[in-house]
């Protein structure tokens, strides 16, 4: 079982920045597919954006794009998910969340972090 940890959550003004990190228990993640997801109160979790560990290819919806970014640290097995002018509707949970290739489900998650963007 895959173990994520993730860290980084805060309260920020509109128009800040934070970055999420997302510590991986694995040990190679090259057959891993890496997502950040988030829940805000009331709503279901929704995507937000993944990253293919192998060659790095991402994705993002189409709200956070042009403002957020995922990258990843082989060496530090680490995920980030740096947020630039966060807006209110960023406010959430988000969770980093794995799951292989040939898989069409997450089925590895974190607990989640809180992210807060006052106006």
């Known amino acids: 079982q895959v173990q994520l940890v993730e860290s980084g959550g805060g309260l920020v003004q509109a128009g800040g920045s934070l970055r999420l990190s997302c510590v991986v228990s694995?040990?190679?993640?090259?057959?891993?597919?890496m997502g950040w997801f988030r829940q805000a109160p009331g709503k279901e979790r929704e995507f937000v954006a993944f990253?293919?560990?192998?060659?790095?290819?991402?994705d993002y919806t189409d709200s956070v794009k042009g403002r957020f970014t995922i990258s990843r640290d082989n060496a530090k097995n680490t995920v980030y998910l740096q947020m630039n002018n966060l807006k209110p509707d960023d406010t959430a949970v988000y969770y980093c969340?794995?799951?292989?290739?040939?898989?069409?489900?997450?089925?590895?998650w974190g607990q989640g972090t809180q992210v807060t963007v006052s106006s």
């Open positions: 969340a794995a799951r292989q290739f040939g898989t069409s489900s997450y089925n590895n």
């Open positions: 990253i293919r560990w192998t060659d790095g290819n991402t």
């Open positions: 694995e040990r190679s993640l090259y057959t891993y597919i």
